[in-house]
């Protein structure tokens, strides 16, 4: 019989050896892909509380765009990186709209917000992502329901687009070629 340092006669387990370097390695890439990658990076859009909206459009006078979406929402996420975490489409948001992020919680919580209920009815929200611009006087409200890319999006938040030449192909929807 064969005994350790400490004196056991137990055998280290092979599979052991060989699994601690791996679930190691492991979990450092993980870390640096999070690293990488964060999971929800922050926005460059500087967005008002929902309760402020109102009184800062008329304030500033500017229209308030709402972005309604829900965490689970894919394209939701997609137009989050594409659009919002631009610098350049942020920037322009930024200064010329008042910007409201209105989340749905239905699927998380059960319910909305009183508030947030509201104006889903108000929109008729009925899919997400949608945008909403309101002018300050409430009239010639626009609307874009979900998310066709970036290009598509600055043409609706009429943005100019970069001359960097960004561009992303729409998202292809089930059944469409």
């Keep these: 019989m064969h005994r350790d340092e400490s004196g056991s006669t137990?055998?280290?387990?092979r599979w052991l050896v060989v699994a601690v370097p791996l679930l190691l390695g492991a979990r450092v890439a993980s870390g640096l892909y999070e690293k990488a990658h964060p999971s929800n990076p922050a926005s460059l859009v500087v967005w008002?509380?929902?309760?402020?909206?109102e009184a800062l459009s008329v304030e500033r006078g500017l229209p308030i765009l709402y972005d309604f979406s829900a965490d689970w929402c894919m394209p939701c996420q997609v137009m989050d990186r594409e659009v919002f975490e631009d610098a350049t489409a942020a920037r322009y948001?930024?200064?010329r709209y008042i910007p409201v992020r209105v989340t749905d919680r239905r699927e998380e919580e059960g319910e909305n917000h009183p508030a947030v209920q509201a104006l889903l009815r108000k929109y008729q929200i009925l899919g997400?992502?949608?945008l909403v611009v309101v002018p300050p006087d409430g009239k010639?409200?626009?609307q874009k329901r979900s998310y066709d890319g970036y290009t598509e999006t600055l043409k609706f938040l009429r943005i100019p687009t970069p001359s960097s030449g960004r561009r992303s192909a729409p998202l292809s929807r089930p059944g469409s070629p």
Excluded: T
């Excluded at 137990?10 to 387990?13: F, I």
């Excluded at 008002?48 to 909206?53: D, I, N, Q, R, V």
């Design 10 to 13: 137990r055998a280290l387990p």
């Design 48 to 53: 008002a509380p929902l309760e402020e909206a």
């Design 93 to 95: 948001i930024n200064a």
């Design 128 to 130: 997400f992502p949608s």
């Design 140 to 142: 010639n409200v626009r």
